[in-house]
């Protein structure tokens, strides 16, 4: 049920974008539960001049490296689940496709179930139609 936007400077290769799916895919898997094939992600390349960003806002140390990820989910988790998540995330972006942790910016965007319709005209997680 999870969407999930990643945006980046333009230039990097298909692996690498593939892997920045992959790993926020497992991140969601193993810290929300998301089932298998519960897949929905896009990558946004973007130029210099399109993509801008506080390089040290909060004492994080950001670069040209920097990865957006931007996950709209139901809102039924937890605290925990989230941190979670985000540890999850920026450890298997880490190991691939190697970004480092302050290059890793998550937000996580909570819905409504019912504001989702997968497909067919359906509102598959709301009420049923009367």
Not at 71 to 78: C, D, F, G, V, Y
């Amino acid at each position: 049920m999870p969407l999930t936007r990643i945006s980046l400077h333009a230039g990097k290769s298909p692996d690498y974008r593939a892997a920045l799916i992959a790993g926020v895919y497992a991140a969601l898997r193993e810290s929300f539960a998301v089932p298998e094939d519960d897949l929905f992600a896009v990558v946004h390349e973007h130029g210099e001049a399109d993509f801008a960003f506080g390089r040290h806002y909060l004492g994080i140390v950001r670069d040209a490296d920097l990865v957006l990820i931007q996950i709209t989910a139901n809102a039924t988790r937890a605290p925990d689940q989230k941190r979670a998540l985000y540890r999850a995330i920026a450890r298997n972006l880490g190991r691939d496709p190697g970004v480092r942790p302050g290059n890793v910016f998550v937000n996580l965007v909570e819905v409504a179930p019912e504001n989702w319709s997968f497909g067919d005209g359906g509102m598959q997680y709301g009420p049923p139609d009367p």
